[in-house]
Every structure is written in structure tokens, then in C-alpha cells.
């Protein structure tokens, strides 16, 4: 098990920059894969990036170009830089952390982006 908190999200004018900070309570040298999700109001939770132990990155089509997943194992912290955000990008964030024998999320951040 890994407890995780997210940090860094806010309000941003739409072509803004945030970056969203995971911190994890333990190593997370080993840990198979950790990603970035996303939920909006009145809409199912979606993968926005994976960050896998190999360091294969995986992103949702509409975020490619200007997310950035990226991982500190020394740091034990996932982050998530978002360039050139956009009102729909609104949504709460949340952190994931998934092995073999646990699947562990954050409690998440609000990212809000206005026009």
C-alpha cells in the first residue's frame, strides 16, 4: 500500500501553466505504474497519463503535447506539467499508484481553467 497526496492545482487562465505534485509515503522505485486522472462535474473519472516503472509514458489523446508526466524516485513524487491549459480541462485530479497487489489514489486536486 502507498498513501498518496496531490498538490499544485488552482485557478489558471486558459493558455496557463500548472504543475500538479503527487507525494507518496513510500519508495516509488518499484511500483509498476503511477498516473494522472481526471474528473469533471457530471462526467466519468479518465486516465489523463501513465508513468510506468520502465519509464513508458502513455497520454490521453486531447492532453498530448502539452502534459508532461514525470517521476522522482529519489523525491518519491509523480508530477504533472500542464502547458497551454484550457477550459475543458477543468476537473478535479487525482493521483494512482498500481502494483500487483495494490491499487491506491490520492484524494485530489481542484484544477480549475478559465476563459
Known amino acids: 500500500q502507498v498513501q498518496l497526496v496531490e498538490s499544485g492545482g488552482g485557478l489558471v487562465q486558459a493558455g496557463g501553466s500548472l504543475r500538479l505534485s503527487c507525494a507518496a509515503s513510500r519508495s516509488i522505485f518499484s511500483i509498476n505504474r503511477m498516473g494522472w486522472y481526471r474528473q469533471a462535474p457530471g462526467k466519468q473519472r479518465e486516465l489523463v497519463a501513465h508513468?510506468?516503472?520502465?519509464?513508458?509514458?502513455h497520454y490521453l489523446d486531447s492532453v498530448k503535447g502539452r502534459f508532461t508526466i514525470s517521476r522522482d524516485n529519489v523525491k518519491n513524487t509523480v508530477y504533472l506539467q500542464m502547458n497551454s491549459l484550457k477550459p475543458e480541462d477543468t476537473a478535479v485530479y487525482y493521483c494512482?499508484?498500481?502494483?500487483?497487489?495494490?491499487?491506491?489514489w490520492g484524494q485530489g486536486t481542484q484544477v480549475t481553467v478559465s476563459s
Open positions: 508513468i510506468f516503472s520502465s519509464g513508458f509514458k
Open positions: 494512482n499508484a498500481y502494483g500487483l497487489k495494490y491499487d491506491n
